[in-house]
């Protein structure tokens, strides 16, 4: 009997128990324990593992030996969070010293009204400086590499819907340095590249020699370009852009 009673009293436990990664325990206690401080974002990964992208961004904190920067895996949260991680923008950190460092992400959802907050844990490595993705669309990859490259101008944005609603995918309307009009249809845009994604903003595109009309854009190559300008942590996403249509 005692041991029907002790069956019954934990057996959901033995069938369904509750796996903490300890990643999201020390992530938790450094955001607990971690002094406050801002932090800019030097580096920005993106990588396939079993076939789902995975983020990782690069801090650098000022601390007082010096500059200090850490290593950060960003997991899954709202889309149009995640589009605020860009290139050289200042954000909200916890650290100890520059030790033990993560996103300060209930500061930062705090400022921008935002509930759900993403997760994250801490990376003992962190990403080199730019962005660096290895997760592009195999096709993609191939066009980037077999097609004309040009510049262009995004002239406008939308949203792909599906059955489930809208999907994270984009038509991007190009102008291309010689006048003519092309799109880069049903495109994804990289989270760090959705601040970037706005009319007006020119870009690296590479051209379908067979027909000019089709185009796919070099997000990362577009992040990387030295005259970017990343804006303000509580600035809101541009119009039009794919930060703007995702808060949507």
């Known amino acids: 009997m005692g041991l029907l009673s002790w069956l019954n009293r934990s057996g959901n436990?033995?069938?369904?128990?509750?796996?903490?990664?300890?990643?999201?325990k020390r992530a938790d206690t450094a955001l607990e324990m971690g002094a406050a401080a801002v932090a800019t974002v030097v580096g920005i990964e993106r990588k396939l593992d079993d076939g789902t992208a995975t983020r990782f961004v690069a801090v650098a904190v000022p601390t007082a030996s010096g500059a200090c920067t850490g290593g950060v895996q960003v997991m899954h949260g709202p889309a149009h969070v995640l589009a605020r991680l860009r290139l050289g923008v200042e954000v909200l950190v916890r650290h100890s010293d520059g030790d033990q460092l993560v996103l300060d992400w209930p500061a930062m959802c705090a400022l921008w009204g935002v509930a759900d907050e993403p997760g994250q844990k801490r990376r003992r490595k962190p990403p080199g400086?730019?962005?660096?993705?290895?997760?592009?669309?195999?096709?993609?990859?191939?066009?980037?590499?077999?097609?004309?490259?040009?510049?262009?101008?995004?002239?406008?944005?939308s949203r792909r819907d599906g059955?489930?609603?809208?999907?994270?995918?984009?038509?991007?309307?190009?102008?291309?340095?010689?006048?003519?009009?092309?799109?880069?249809?049903?495109?994804?845009?990289?989270?760090?590249?959705?601040?970037?994604?706005?009319?007006?903003?020119?870009?690296?595109?590479?051209?379908?020699?067979?027909?000019?009309?089709?185009?796919?854009?070099?997000?990362?190559?577009?992040?990387?370009?030295?005259?970017?300008?990343?804006?303000?942590?509580?600035d809101p996403p541009p119009d039009g852009s794919a930060a703007a249509l995702l808060a949507q």
Do not use: C, H
Request: proline content about 10%; overall charge negative; charged content about 20%.
């Open 13 to 24: 436990e033995i069938l369904g128990p509750t796996i903490v990664d300890p990643g999201f």
């Open 129 to 157: 400086n730019g962005v660096l993705d290895k997760a592009v669309d195999g096709a993609d990859q191939r066009r980037l590499k077999n097609w004309t490259p040009v510049r262009a101008t995004i002239t406008a944005l």
């Open 163 to 234: 059955v489930m609603g809208p999907t994270l995918n984009f038509d991007v309307a190009l102008r291309l340095d010689n006048g003519a009009q092309a799109v880069a249809g049903n495109t994804e845009i990289p989270f760090y590249a959705a601040w970037l994604a706005a009319p007006g903003a020119e870009v690296p595109v590479a051209v379908d020699p067979k027909d000019p009309a089709k185009a796919v854009v070099d997000w990362a190559a577009a992040a990387n370009e030295p005259s970017r300008t990343p804006g303000r942590l509580d």
